[in-house]
């Protein structure tokens, strides 16, 4: 019976969805207040609803009542309670209830705290969440039921897959989702502000905070999830540009450029054009990550979905979600303000070459990710992209796009003195050099290392001109310099320490990429094997009986010269249901660097087995940097501006006049 109940909640959601897409937007046109409230109302209660149908999933989930379809093929009642629970969103109709869940908290929060949002922006941006929430409840329930029932009731379910059964599971797909889905924000208010046809500095502050939320939500859910590869699929593979990755990575891309084109919108009144396009375009890519995981045109560890009408659903979604924001987009972009008028060098135009080189980015990846999918389908030939191209064409980008990031934050608005910021900038680059030489030394000086050197130096070069630009912010070691400090806006301080964390970020994957060591053997008990400088003696497995899998336990003494530094244990596991066999590493950091153990298959009858050992440098440098760049958006979340709403409109005389038609 509950779960009947969540399946009318649901559907209950669609036609409040309904009400809500279409009664505020005709209130809007008539200047009906009545009306245009019907948004608030209809969020909020859409909220409460799809709340408690994904309740009532995860209730059938945490009870294994196998009766439910979703339950009897991604459960099994052996689970521990962390994977029963994240099991709800760990397959394909699951995670689309999780998905529209997040899009009406954030319907919800627009309503409650959009307060101080003019009544017909408020109503037009509800309106069109409430577009995307129909368009995803129906593929829901007319394709992605998670409430069917299943008769005769099983006595057990069929379990879930055991690469899924991971603590990341239960946050990675989340955040994700939260990055994803929040996009959607900056996408509504992109197309009320069309159809309202106003663009100015007070809608450019109410769209930062919701796209820097979604922001660092994709931030750390991507980080979670290359976390999560790299300790748990044995290879430490932390990034390998699989097709499903890359489609979290194109709205991060296309996001970033967001978030800094809209501070040109609030501080400047320029790019409104661009800025609205980049909200379209940003989610049009989350979109396009939805129809790669759940089409059933890719194979992957991370793909849900293996049934092509599902696919042609999403396709028919995006069709009329992108083609039609951009043929409005088309048709009212021509009549917007242009804004003000910035000399190329100055510090609109350095933000506008920042978009520039992210969205060229992002479209070489979109390209290399898409590829293969459209040569297979016109000529019937599966061909590869793989690591080369994307390291040939999108690192000669992110060059000038970090050395643009420390030279940027120096310049004026309006008009900026590129020598003078290049002369304040010359201790970075003496930094940036000296890193370089040191890291060469160390190395030996071997051509095979001169990647890895350079990446270093622009890391350095970074890291140190963003800290420049914080001293001369509040003129450190100056009279009143703490005053400044303590008086410092907090976007400011978020600024400075993400730019920070994508240095210390670039330093962890240049290490990590240019002096990775692996070992690849077979060990009988007792045996020895360098690497690295550490000695890995292998001293056998052990089987143990788990609730729902039987582990391979190997035990490997980690020595450095004659002292024992490590014990590792990584496993073999045999799940019971499903039957499977999955890997799971054992590390040893130092939290400069990591030494990744996994074990391979038994060989021979004297105990053997299989053993593969690889030496991470500066990798956990990369999880730091993603920590500082998920705290710098906090803290410039936190900043006061956001809390107090933004600035009084403009009188109506100067906004773009809007044909009678429009309306």
Known sequence: MIIELGHFALALSLAVALIQSSVPLIGAARGNVAWMNVARQAAVLQFVLIAFAFATLIHAYVTSDFSVVGVYQNSHSAKPLIYKISGVWGNHEGSLVLWVTILAVFGALVAVLGRNLPP??????????????????????????????????????????????????????????????????????????????????????????????????????????????????????????????????????????????????????????WTILLAIVTFSMSLLGTFLVRSGVLT??????????????????????????????????????????????SREGGLLINNLLLTTACATVFLGTLYPLITETLAGGRISVGEPYFNAVFIPLMVPLFLLMGIGPLLAWKRGDLGGALTRLKVAAGISVGAAAVTMLVAGFALADIGGAFGIAMAAWLGASTLIEWGERVKFGRSGSWSRIVNLPRAAYGMTIAHFGMAVLIFGVSGASAWKTESIQVQAPGET????????????????????????????????????????????????????????????????????????????????????????????????????????????????????????RAPASAAMPVPAAAE
């Open 529 to 648: 094997v360098q690497i690295a400088g550490y000695g890995l003696t292998f001293k056998g497995v052990e089987e143990l009986p788990v609730d729902n899998y039987t582990a391979e336990r190997a035990t490997i003494e980690v020595k450095r010269g004659d002292n024992i530094v490590a014990v590792l244990h990584p496993e073999r596991r045999t799940y019971v249901q499903p039957p499977t066999q999955t890997t799971f590493s054992s590390i040893h950091t130092t939290y400069a660097s990591d030494l990744l153990t996994t074990l391979g298959e038994a060989e021979g009858e004297n105990g053997a087995y299989v053993t593969r050992f690889y030496h991470e440098p500066l990798v956990p440098f990369l999880w730091y940097g993603i920590l500082l760049m998920f705290f710098g958006g906090i803290v410039s979340l936190t900043d006061r501006r956001h809390r107090v709403g933004a600035p009084r």
């Open 300 to 345: 992957s560890v991370h793909a849900f979905a293996s049934d092509p009408t599902r696919g042609i659903f999403i396709l028919m979604l995006l069709g009329i979600a992108i083609g039609g924001s951009l043929t409005l987009y088309a048709i009212r972009a021509p009549q917007m303000d242009g804004g003000g008028i910035f000399a190329p060098i």
């Open 120 to 273: 017909a922006l408020r109503a037009r941006t509800l309106a069109v969440q409430g577009m995307i929430s129909l368009g995803f409840i129906a593929f829901i329930l007319f394709t992605s039921n998670p409430f069917t029932r299943l008769f005769p009731t099983p006595e057990e379910g069929n379990g879930l897959n055991p690469i899924l059964q991971d603590p990341g599971l239960a946050v990675h797909p989340p955040m994700l989702y939260f990055g994803y889905v929040g996009f959607s924000m900056a996408f509504s208010f992109a197309v009320a502000a069309l159809i309202e046809g106003r663009v100015d500095a007070a809608w450019a502050r109410w769209v930062r905070p919701w796209t820097l939320a979604a922001w660092l939500s994709l931030t750390l859910g991507i980080g979670l999830g290359s976390w999560w590869a790299y300790y748990t699929l044995g290879w430490g593979g932390w990034w390998m540009w699989d097709p499903v990755e890359n489609a979290s990575f194109l709205p991060w891309l296309t996001g970033t450029a967001l978030l800094h084109s809209a501070i040109v919108v609030e501080k400047r009144e320029a790019l409104k054009s």
